[in-house]
Nanobody, 124 residues
Framework: QVQLVESGGGLVQAGGSLRLSCAAS????????MGWFRQAPGKEREFVAA????????YYADSVKGRFTISRDNAKNTAYLQMNSLKPEDTAVYSC?????????????????WGQGTQVTVSS
C-alpha cells in the first residue's frame, strides 16, 4: 500500500508556472507507475500525465502536451508535475495516483491509490 500527499498548488497568473509534488510513503514507490489527474468544478476528472516506474516512459493529454512535464525521483519517493505557460482553463484540483501493472495508464479507474489533491488556480 502507498499513501500519496500532493503539494505545490496555488494561485498564479496566466502564463506563469507551478511545480506540483506528490510524496509517497513506503519503500515500494519505485514499483508504481504514477499519474496526474485534474478536476475542475462541474466537470469530470481528466487525465493530465503519467510516468512509468523507472521514469523512462511518459504520456500526456493533448491539452497539456508541450507545457507540462511529469517526472519522478525514486530516491525521494516523489513524483512531480512541472506546469508552464498556465492558462485559466488549467484551473482545477490536481491529484496524483499510483498503479501497478505492465504499463502506464490514462484511465482513472486503473489507478489504485490517490492523494487528496491540491488546488491550482490560474487567473487571467
Amino acid at each position: 500500500q502507498v499513501q500519496l500527499v500532493e503539494s505545490g498548488g496555488g494561485l498564479v497568473q496566466a502564463g506563469g508556472s507551478l511545480r506540483l509534488s506528490c510524496a509517497a510513503s513506503g519503500r515500494t514507490f519505485s514499483t508504481y507507475h504514477m499519474g496526474w489527474f485534474r478536476q475542475a468544478p462541474g466537470k469530470e476528472r481528466e487525465f493530465v500525465a503519467a510516468i512509468n516506474w523507472s521514469g523512462g516512459g511518459t504520456y500526456y493529454a493533448d491539452s497539456v502536451k508541450g507545457r507540462f512535464t511529469i517526472s519522478r525521483d525514486n530516491a525521494k519517493n516523489t513524483a512531480y508535475l512541472q506546469m508552464n505557460s498556465l492558462k485559466p482553463e488549467d484551473t482545477a484540483v490536481y491529484s496524483c495516483a499510483a498503479r501497478r501493472g505492465l504499463t502506464i495508464a490514462w484511465r482513472a479507474d486503473e489507478y489504485m491509490y490517490w492523494g487528496q489533491g491540491t488546488q491550482v488556480t490560474v487567473s487571467s
